[in-house]
């Protein structure tokens, strides 16, 4: 059964994130490791991990790398670099062996072909961190998904945007629909954000989310992960 989750570019805070999990369906949070390539100031999210499990969340680490839309190449020695800086990020939070790491390169344009060596080397380097136990997951676009699966071995968090007039979704009432759902039947996509920058409001708490459906409880585990 595919689950609701959520994202949100700032940490909406400790009482709020208790909230939104006791009336609402969402099972599991994205969670930004800042400074990143794309997120060079906090957000707030890197002290909370252990917060968010205690609220019951699944934790998903978003790394928010070289981005395309900003016309960078994209190097297989930057992939090993910030490979390197989203392991020391994950470790310092708190995210234990196991850990999914998705890699974010950017949600409304396709990966050009000579990006793809950046993808692959930030994949195959977190997959050599044996020690940390981590594995790599890419965020992107849905058109580029085909080819980022083919070249990698890596979860897939794909980004196909309804409409905003969506936003309507009440995920106490709706059932998250499944990741196939974004036109791709490729296995290893393990989410689909369907709807970005919705205002939902939970009790006392106003808050903007991107909303996600995944066919994990949580994600951000790959042993929860087909």
Known sequence: MPHWGMSA???PGDYAMKIIKEHSDFKFTGFYLTPSPAHEKSHGWMDKRDVLESQGWGIAPIFSGRQPSSNERGTSLQGAFDANSAVSLARGAGFPPGTVIYLDVGAGIKVPASFIEYIKAWTERIEGHSSAGYHPGV?????SVSQVSQETKARIWAVKVLPTWNCKYDVTESEAPSPSGCGL???TIIMWELLERCIKSYKDVIVEVNLIASSSINPGMATQAP
């Not at 965020?139 to 058109?143: S, T």
């Open 139 to 143: 965020r992107c676009y849905y058109k």
């Open 185 to 187: 039947s490729i296995k």
């Open 9 to 11: 570019w700032h940490y």
